[in-house]
């Protein structure tokens, strides 16, 4: 039972990505699509998906040996069928969307995975930039409890595959809304755009994987809006296209905040694990004070989704 071998999903796909690639660039550079390409942003999302590729040759085997280390004190064995893999495919669905939420409010998790919001354009590109250091944030042992459960790790493993190939297509600007009842279900590029959009409205949201059910069930979805069009990047672009930069800006930001003099212990693991743009005296800016900053400037808009009413004070 030890000795499951599926194929590899995202190996499997790596084709369809090129091809799809090559397809978007063609469409918008003809002016057949929206979107916009830039060489070297490009270049750096491709040189951030080989080295996530890598990392994951080099380091992944720790997180699943670890998780197949768990296996052995299970509750049950479910074996495989195809209601296993469907089980499984939606219990770690909703664990993505635990893990990814978490990315944004925990400083420590957002150093690693900030980069791929890193981009100031949105293409099928950007869906390859991904982190080379995930294995340091320990979010692996989010997929513990279905090990217990009973789901083998290399079930596990195999349907998220399903997921990341999904996560692919939506990160574009040349499809539009789709039909009202996929919208409804899925995780769409509309839907996508959203997240990574850094329009106040916008932060913080939308954080599905593959069924946006998750972020109408508990609170965190926004809808894309024609008259507020999505900026793309994060609230203090980084401005570099150096891979090395992209993946360890974040780490080396945070490990200097709680090094900073006469900090208390708390202040220094504050740094740690508040949301990012937390500081100690307040002097920075997080998503809820950029959220209410907003309605002061444009009361209207106030209560509306993903924006505070009128006079909230953001949480410290």
Known sequence: MDDYNFPQVTQLAIPFFVTAILIELWLVRTGRAKGSFETRDTLASLMMGTGNVVAG?????????ALLWLWQFRFFNLGLSIWVFVAAFLLDDLRYYVYHRIAHRVRWVWAEHVNHHSSQHYNLSTA??????????FTFILQAP???????PAVIAFVFGFN??????????AIGKIWGWF????????????HHATNPRYLDANFAGTLIIWDRMFGTFVEELKEDRPRYGIVKNIGTFNPLKVAFHEW?????????????LRQRLNYLIQPPGWSHDGSRDTSETLKAAYVRRNPGEAGKAGLPVAGAEPAE
Do not use: C
């Open 57 to 65: 040759l080099l380091l992944g085997v720790v997180s699943y040996w």
């Open 128 to 137: 390859l930039r991904q982190s080379w250091t995930g294995l340091l944030t």
């Open 146 to 152: 279905l090990v217990l459960l009973g789901f083998h």
């Open 164 to 173: 990341l190939v999904w996560q692919f297509w939506i990160h574009t600007e």
């Open 183 to 194: 919208e409804f279900i899925f995780n769409t590029p509309s839907h996508h755009r959203v």
């Open 252 to 264: 080396i930001g945070m490990f200097k905040d709680a090094a900073m003099s006469g900090l208390t």
